[in-house]
């Protein structure tokens, strides 16, 4: 099981990816209040570029005041000759990431060297967590044990870009979120599955859109616990997607009072609510919703 559970971590409903190599953007979005920063030393940064985006990265993630909740690192991929300098690098940063993002994760030898590496490398007090981003065929296939495969590990990303790729599917398929259905149910069921964070990957457009919206939508219906953004203007938009109103949390601390007068005073598991009845699976789900709403998962 990953080192922080989906029920018990602090929320990803909004993910900002900004590409390490640019002082200015990594400024910006140092301001931001967003619950995740990911920097990106991967696809956002051309080759030439790499070793000074890592140098930048490392300065940005002591110098900046973050207003994010967590700053993580997207690192380059395994097999690359970029991953080991940029785990050793950050491993031994002033000030680590709170994780690191890696990308290309197709099997669970990947999520183990980078942890041997960490496990080397590290300097601080804490352990820098995984996050695991899913984006080829091969690893929705071995999504259950790559999430199996570190207690380092705090989530599953499911990207599309490289996923698309590789499936063959074009441009058009990023507006249509229910072809990914296959993958996104894979990526999800291996997450939940391993107490880990489902996160999904971002849409691949800039604006504030239906398109963005409907994504969103999709999303969250499914059962995710956020999404990646790649525009600041997109962060507020997407985290409302993923923060449960007023009305569900009232609804969901109902639910919990009505199952603990039950054990209370009854001695019962369920009790009729209306035309249904309230029972632990029902329970589950509205301590999730507590969860997702930033507060306290028992009833008041």
């Not at 790649?230 to 569900?248: M, N, S, Y």
């Not at 019962?268 to 997702?292: I, P, W």
Request: net charge negative; charged share 25%.
């Amino acid at each position: 099981m990953g080192a922080k559970g989906s029920a018990i971590a602090s929320p990803r409903r909004a993910c900002l990816s900004v590409p390490g190599s640019s002082e200015k953007m990594l400024g910006k979005a140092a301001l931001l209040a967003v619950d995740e920063v990911v920097i990106d030393l991967e696809d956002a940064v051309a080759p030439a570029a790499k070793e000074e985006a890592r140098a930048a990265t490392v300065a940005a993630l002591e110098g900046l005041d973050w207003k994010a909740t967590r700053v993580a690192v997207r690192a380059n991929a395994p097999r690359s000759r970029w991953c080991v300098p940029d785990l050793l690098a950050l491993a031994e940063a002033p000030v680590p990431p709170a994780s690191i993002v890696l990308p290309k994760t197709d099997a669970p030898a990947d999520v183990e060297f980078a942890e041997r590496v960490l496990d080397g490398a590290e300097t601080g007090a804490a352990a820098i967590g995984l996050q695991a981003l899913i984006e080829s065929p091969a690893a929705v296939i071995a999504a259950p044990s790559i999430a199996a495969s570190s207690p380092r590990l705090e989530s599953l990303i499911l990207g599309y870009a490289d996923l698309g790729a590789a499936l063959g599917r074009g441009e058009a398929a990023a507006s249509r979120p229910e072809i990914w259905l296959a993958a996104q149910e894979a990526v999800l069921g291996a997450a939940r599955a391993a107490g880990l964070q489902a996160i999904d990957g971002p849409y691949l457009g800039t604006a504030v859109d239906p398109g963005l919206e409907a994504a969103a939508e999709w999303a969250r219906v499914l059962g995710f616990d956020g999404k990646w953004v790649i525009h600041p203007a997109q962060i507020e938009r997407v985290a409302e997607f993923f923060t449960p109103g007023e009305d569900e949390v009232a609804q969901a601390r109902r639910v919990l009072k009505l199952l603990a007068d039950a054990h209370d005073e009854q001695g019962a598991g369920a009790v009729a609510d209306g035309d249904r009845m309230v029972d632990e699976a029902v329970a589950v789900a509205a301590r999730n919703v507590l969860s997702r709403a930033g507060g306290s998962r028992s009833p008041e």
